[in-house]
């Protein structure tokens, strides 16, 4: 008809179909009040606990939102990831294979045990042990280097300058007694690549970074759009590193509930204990969603089920 115009639509979906959905799973369950927020980092708990916010972006950087959007919690395990991807950027994906590894573990992300059972190693960059041998990974010829770069990196992906939040930091680090068991034990298998503290430290700074959902949504549109931020425009991940990344966010994002997020959602996402997840949805969406109280895998359960709700009204998921 002349003189109207049409609707805009992203990946087939009209505007209007997403903003529904987003709406819909906000208000379907906002009044949940099941699990609790973490409280082994003491100051999690002061977080109020019916924060909710979910944020749908599309790869040009479009957003649909619902709830507490611009809430700043730390990103805590969101950021394993896109650690992952630097050390991917720095050196290869073979090098993050052989020095750390890709195979999901099966057991919480915490784990001892893991270490152990797997050969000494610390199995994939998605649990703690990963995720700090991935920091000690980065070539810095100083920890202020180290840092520098990994903020640096995930500020690119985010489209926006993230903050520490100092006192997430200090209360996680001053009680980070099994993460430093960890970085030691690898260090003393050869599996940790700079001095044991240090990495302690970075990676615990790492997790302490503020976002928002809607800069975890922005992450995950990067990812969704082939390693290029839509906002900045910059390649932030080589295209052809961001399958890789993916999967292994798909068999690992949820640690030991992973293949029960899989078969559910059906989109390969990561999870933090502030209370975020962002899913992606590749080539098309990514879904960020916040609140903190958790379930006993330290899942985010009104995040996992607004995900899930919404990927499969709008047929999201990859399966
Ligand atoms: O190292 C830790 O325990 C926290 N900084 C991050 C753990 C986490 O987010 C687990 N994810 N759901």
Request: aromatic fraction near 8%; include cysteine.
């Amino acid at each position: 008809l002349s003189g109207t115009l049409a609707e805009p639509s992203f990946s087939g979906i009209t505007a209007s179909r997403l903003q529904t959905a987003v709406d819909k799973a906000y208000a379907d369950f906002k009044n949940l009040s099941e699990g609790r927020n973490a409280d082994y980092i003491p100051i999690l708990t002061e977080t109020p606990s019916n924060l909710f916010g979910i944020v749908l972006a599309t790869p040009d950087g479009t957003l649909f939102s619902a709830g507490d959007v611009e809430y700043k919690f730390s990103i805590q395990s969101i950021s394993k990831p896109f650690t992952a991807a630097l050390v991917m950027n720095q050196t290869s994906p073979e090098v993050l294979k052989e020095k750390i590894g890709v195979e999901p573990t099966g057991l919480p992300f915490n784990s001892k045990l893991a270490l152990e059972i797997y050969e000494k190693r610390s199995v994939n960059p998605l649990v703690n042990a990963g995720a700090i041998a991935a920091v000690s990974l980065i070539n810095a010829d100083s920890e202020d280097k180290r840092w520098y770069l990994i903020r640096q990196n995930l500020s690119d992906f985010a489209g926006s300058e993230l903050e520490l939040l100092e006192k997430v930091y200090q209360s996680e680090y001053d009680t980070a007694w099994s993460n430093r068991a960890i970085a030691n034990l690898l260090y003393s298998y050869h599996r940790l690549y700079c001095d044991p503290e240090e990495a302690l430290r970075v990676y615990t700074k790492q997790c302490a970074l503020g976002v928002s959902c809607e800069n975890l949504a922005i992450m995950g549109a990067t990812l969704a759009n082939g390693g290029k931020n839509p906002i900045t425009v910059k390649q932030v991940l080589q295209k052809e590193h961001v399958p890789e990344l993916l999967a292994i966010m798909a068999t690992a994002g949820f640690y030991d509930e992973s293949g029960e997020w899989m078969a559910q959602a059906g989109l390969p996402a990561k999870t933090g204990v502030g209370g975020g997840i962002v899913a992606v949805v590749p080539g098309k969406f990514a879904i960020a969603a916040f609140s903190p109280r958790l379930n006993a895998s330290g899942n985010s359960i009104k995040a996992m089920k607004a995900i899930r709700q919404i990927s499969g009204e709008l047929g999201l998921g990859i399966y």
